[in-house]
């Protein structure tokens, strides 16, 4: 099946810092998402994007679909943007998302 | 408010015990999901449904079962026959891929499983 590797795995920033965070996948997919998980657990849709790039607030995210990768801009982090982000992709011989091991991010004040 | 429940959100099974556990949405989506989360880990998928009445194995359905008789409802039951069945559970909606649209997932608050 295809392959979902998310770097780097952990990532501790200063309050302000800006940062990327990188997905690459072994396949062709149809569909990607980026997900920050919270600290109780929830999943957050951050952004649906199998190509192209979208931007909402301080996040944006570019899919080069060609090239198999994904980045995720944070900027100007805050401390509640700290949690887990994911990456998960659905490839074209599969209905649901392969998930990658995901992106430890901390933000100190 | 549309979205995803998932009920308990804390669950307590002892060994050899079934349990089962409730996803239920009104979103009108067609599909859903099952995911299981290891601590530090991603998700991986248990079982997906995309019509109802019809589901299909994900990557590790061994030990549990599901079944879909409506559109808004996709219970998980964790059997006894699943060794270390001690995990996080999200269940998510989408509308199916194909059907025109986005096929983006949106998922549930989960439920913590711990076998005592």
């Known amino acids: 099946g295809i392959q979902v590797e998310q770097s780097p795995p952990d990532l501790i920033l200063q309050e302000g810092a800006n940062s990327t965070l990188r997905c690459n996948f072994s396949?062709?997919?149809?569909?990607l998402q980026w997900f920050h998980q919270n600290p109780w657990g929830q999943l957050i849709n951050l952004f649906y994007i199998p190509s192209g790039t979208k931007q909402n607030g301080r996040l944006s995210a570019t899919t080069v679909a060609t090239e198999r990768y994904s980045l995720l801009y944070i900027s100007s982090s805050q401390t509640t943007d700290s949690g887990v982000y994911f990456c998960a992709v659905v490839d074209t011989g599969r209905r649901a998302l392969t998930f990658g091991s995901g992106t430890r991010l901390q933000v100190q004040p | 408010d549309g979205g995803i429940t998932q009920s308990p959100k804390y669950l307590f099974r002892k060994e050899g015990q079934n349990v089962t556990l409730s996803c239920e949405q009104n979103l009108n989506h067609d599909a859903m999901y099952w995911y299981r989360q290891d601590p530090g880990q991603g998700l991986r998928l248990i079982y997906y449904?995309?019509?109802?009445?019809?589901?299909q194995k994900g990557d590790i359905a061994e030990g549990y079962s599901v079944s879909r008789e409506k559109k808004e409802s996709f219970p998980l039951t964790v059997t006894s026959a699943q060794k270390n069945p001690t995990a996080f559970y999200l269940c998510a909606s989408s509308i199916p891929q194909g059907a025109g649209g986005q096929n983006e997932q949106f998922f549930g608050p989960g439920t913590r499983l711990t076998v005592l």
């Open positions: 396949d062709s997919v149809n569909n």
């Open positions: 449904s995309q019509i109802v009445n019809d589901f």
